[in-house]
Each structure stands twice: as structure tokens, then as C-alpha cells.
């Protein structure tokens, strides 16, 4: 029984510490294991835009499973709308850490 609390546990963080990683991947060139301490770190340090990245993925999952015309919405455009959200939120949290020269960052 508290072994499957614990499984339990593990895989809903290991889900939100993904989002990070295939973010971190995409932007930055790293080793895997330093990709997994970066995700971990940023997920713990910006719990807002954590929350915030989880509750779109929530709203995604609830709105398909409840509501019959989403489905012809998220084929249309609705998934590139909620990672073009995200990345609005990845952007937010990889600008507090990258250093900026200049005045001119093209994201």
C-alpha cells in the first residue's frame, strides 16, 4: 500500500518535471543528466508558472473529456494554442536565468 503511494507521487512530479525538460532540451545544449537537475530546479524555484503549466493541461484533458465539440476545436488549432501558452510561460521563467546582452533578445 505505501508503496503505491509512493509510485504515486513520483510519476505526478516526474510529469511536471517533463515539461521542463523538453523545454530545457529544446533550448539549451546540455547532458541529459544536467537537463533532469535543471527541470527539477525550475520546477521547485517557479512553482507558479508550474501550477500554471499543469492547470493548462488540465483544462485541455477535462474540456475533451466533458464537452463533445472541443474535439473538432483541438484538431483545428486548440493544441497549438495551449503550447503557444506554454511557451509564453517557458519564456518567462528562461529570461529570469539567461543572461541578456545588450538590449536586443530575439526569443
Known sequence: ??????????????KIIFFYVFALIARFDNTIFKTVK????????????????TLIHVIVIVLMIFTKGIWIFM??????????????????????????EGGNHDD
Open 1 to 14: 500500500m505505501r508503496v503505491d503511494i509512493y509510485s504515486n507521487l513520483f510519476s505526478k512530479h516526474l
Open 38 to 53: 535543471n527541470a527539477v530546479i525550475l520546477a521547485v524555484f517557479n512553482l507558479r508558472e508550474t501550477f500554471l503549466l
Open 75 to 100: 484538431m483545428v488549432g486548440g493544441f497549438s494554442v495551449s503550447a503557444y501558452i506554454n511557451s509564453l510561460l517557458f519564456i518567462r521563467v528562461f529570461r529570469q536565468y539567461e543572461k541578456i
